[in-house]
Antibody, heavy 122, light 112 residues
């Protein structure tokens, strides 16, 4: 069974930093592209960042570029999101979501974690 | 403001059909056959219901169907059931390095 479990959320002051983790199991993590998607309270979904299966290709949404860093450790079956210079508008539930398997062309997210809440407030 | 436009809410009685629209541009919905739909119950993670405009993942009832015409995609739910009450989000691949995917603002489906 595919499982994605996020952790690391919490309350942080504006300008602060936080590192989110996503532990994957039930599939060959190193073979899949991964993404972070967030949802502000009472709002819709917003794609945040993408990382290829090897970690060699990375993309960010304009709203977080230069402040957030996505990474992965395939030996630990883990995905990360380092968030710096946090702003109130970054307050959201952050989900990790599985993308395409390496070598396939697929543009959707087939499994999502339960999410971790990040609150940026003084 | 979300990149894709969805109605805030729709409703229907059990057994009826409802359709949720999702309007984008030629840079996203109209430019790719990569529209997906996600169902989200309160406090839960999104669940993939439709991908590549009209394909259903294993386990999703055939009451759920998707289509696209020009820059507008649609999700139709037939034979409404109480458990279908949820928020529904459309998503389209957009291909821009700083906006690979764009989502709609979500539609609240109420089963009367």
């Amino acid at each position: 069974e595919v499982q994605l479990v996020e952790s690391g959320g919490g309350l942080v002051q504006p300008g602060g930093s936080l590192r989110l983790s996503c532990a994957a199991s039930g599939f060959t993590f190193s073979s899949y592209e991964m993404n972070w998607v967030r949802q502000a309270p009472g709002k819709g979904l917003e794609w945040v960042s993408y990382i290829s299966s090897s970690g060699s290709t990375i993309y960010y949404a304009d709203s977080v570029k230069g402040r957030f860093t996505i990474s992965r450790d395939n030996a630990k079956n883990s995905l990360y999101l380092q968030m710096n210079s946090l702003r109130a508008e970054d307050t959201a539930v952050y989900y990790c979501a599985r993308g395409a398997a390496a070598g396939t062309i697929r543009y959707y997210f087939d499994y999502w974690g339960q999410g971790t809440l990040v609150t940026v407030s003084s | 403001q979300s990149a894709l436009t969805q109605p805030r809410s729709v409703s229907g009685s059990p057994g009826q059909s409802v359709t949720i629209s999702c309007t984008g541009t030629s840079s996203d919905v109209g430019g790719y056959n990569y529209v997906s739909w996600y169902q989200q119950h309160p406090g839960k993670a999104p669940k993939l219901m439709i991908y590549d405009v009209s394909k259903r993942p294993s386990g999703v009832p055939d009451r759920f169907s998707g289509s696209k015409s020009g820059n507008t995609a649609s999700l139709t739910i037939s034979g409404l059931q109480a458990e279908d009450e949820a928020d529904y989000y459309c998503c389209s691949y957009a291909g821009s390095y700083t906006s690979l995917w764009v989502f709609g603002g979500g539609t609240k489906l109420t089963v009367l």
